[in-house]
């Protein structure tokens, strides 16, 4: 008999919230997004990107592929990087999702949103909101990467523009700023 086993990620291990059967149609959603506790209506089948863009208003997430394959969707579920296409707005429960929007401290742009702009990272855009909180996210738990880590953390996206020695050098430059 073959056996399989399934790696579950580290942002949904430790969910173990009983979950009521829910639709078929339209259903009260609570989330913490960005800080904030937002209340929503999405039918069941509705994605963590369609809440974010649809209902909440938060644009800046893009859903590129809707698969789970560009990371254009990137957002930080308890602060560990997952492709919103990929989950169901009802399977978040209480965890915090962080996107784009709640990455800077008011009009203060976050560090690597300022080396994107200062290293030319940005061109089409459509990549960058992705890109930019998977970056954040490597800089948190690794404040010193090498280029090989730059290149896992950004491994996963797809930037039709090819800024990826931009990308590299943007969040290269914050990891130095940071030591000095």
């Known amino acids: 008999m073959l056996e399989t086993s399934l790696a579950v990620s580290p942002a949904f291990a430790d969910n173990k919230a009983d979950h009521a ?3 078929p149609g339209v259903v009260p959603l609570t989330l913490r997004v ?3 506790t937002r209340n929503i209506r999405v039918a ?3 994605t963590l990107a369609e809440a974010l863009r649809g209902p909440l208003d ?4 893009k859903i590129g592929c809707d698969r789970g394959a560009c990371s254009a ?3 930080w579920l308890d602060g560990t990087p997952v492709a919103s296409c990929m989950v169901l707005a009802i399977d978040i429960a209480e965890r915090s999702v962080t996107t784009i929007e709640g990455l800077a401290d008011g009009d203060k742009l976050h560090p690597i949103q300022t080396a994107f702009i200062e290293h ?3 061109q089409c855009g459509f990549c960058t909101p992705g890109m930019v909180m998977s970056c954040a996210a ?3 738990r690794n404040p010193n990467p090498s280029l090989e880590d730059v290149k896992a953390a950004t491994g996963g996206h797809l930037c039709r523009c090819g800024t990826y020695p931009h990308v590299f050098a943007a969040i290269l430059a914050v990891a130095k700023a940071n030591k000095g």
């Open 21 to 23: 059967l829910m639709g």
């Open 34 to 36: 960005n800080g904030a």
């Open 44 to 46: 069941p089948h509705t």
């Open 58 to 61: 938060l644009t800046g997430t």
């Open 73 to 75: 969707c990137t957002v």
């Open 120 to 122: 030319d990272a940005v």
């Open 138 to 140: 490597l800089l948190a």
